[in-house]
């Protein structure tokens, strides 16, 4: 697990030792799992799964948090108490909506800075969105081909997303990457 029980969002500069640390971040699912309370980690299913399979996996290499883009909360820590809701925003003009009413671009810009890599499986319109949150050589982006050179020219790692979050050889791909940097 992460810093925070299922991969909440903790500051990494206060944790001792010299391990990196990396954020992962997607949105929510329209699978909710629960009617009741639970974590959002535990609330969303679906695609969301792969990414949280990729966290798990990554969880076991070094520091690692987890965080959420929610249409009824904006950006939260997987860890989060959550309910099940009715607004999953699914094209641009709902994200314009979202990033309206809850800033959420500004909030992982915020809590983004203390990590050394994030690992970002986000909608295309919504990662356009965010590409000025991160400076050059810290994002793994799984993302829309257009995005192929943008990542290159900042120096992050591109990924293609197709239809899946992640996808399996993504996956395998970033565990490995990951892999590398902390050892680096």
Excluded: H
Excluded at 32 to 49: E, H, I, K, Q
Excluded at 115 to 124: A, M, Q, R, T, W
Excluded at 138 to 165: D, H, M, P
């Amino acid at each position: 697990m992460g810093l925070a029980g299922a991969g909440g969002i903790m500051r990494p500069d206060t944790v001792e030792g010299s391990k990196k640390k990396v954020l992962v971040i997607t949105n929510d699912s329209t699978v909710f799992l629960s009617d009741g309370f639970v974590s959002a980690y535990d609330m969303f299913g679906g695609r969301m799964t792969e990414v949280k399979n990729l966290y798990d996996r990554l969880s076991q290499i070094t520091l690692t948090n987890f965080g959420i883009i929610s249409g009824k909360f904006g950006f939260i820590p997987s860890n989060r108490v959550v309910m099940k809701y009715n607004f999953v925003p699914s094209c641009k003009e709902d994200y314009i909506k979202l990033q309206e009413e809850k800033d959420f671009v500004g909030m992982i810009e915020f809590l983004a800075k203390p990590f050394d890599k994030v690992v970002l499986c986000v909608p295309k319109d919504m990662f356009e969105m965010l590409i000025p949150s991160f400076p050059d050589g810290k994002l793994i982006a799984v993302t829309n081909k257009q995005f192929k050179k943008l990542c290159k020219e900042k120096n992050w790692s591109f990924y293609l997303r197709k239809g899946a979050r992640v996808g399996n050889a993504n996956a395998d791909a970033i565990v490995k990457e990951i892999e590398e940097f902390v050892n680096s």
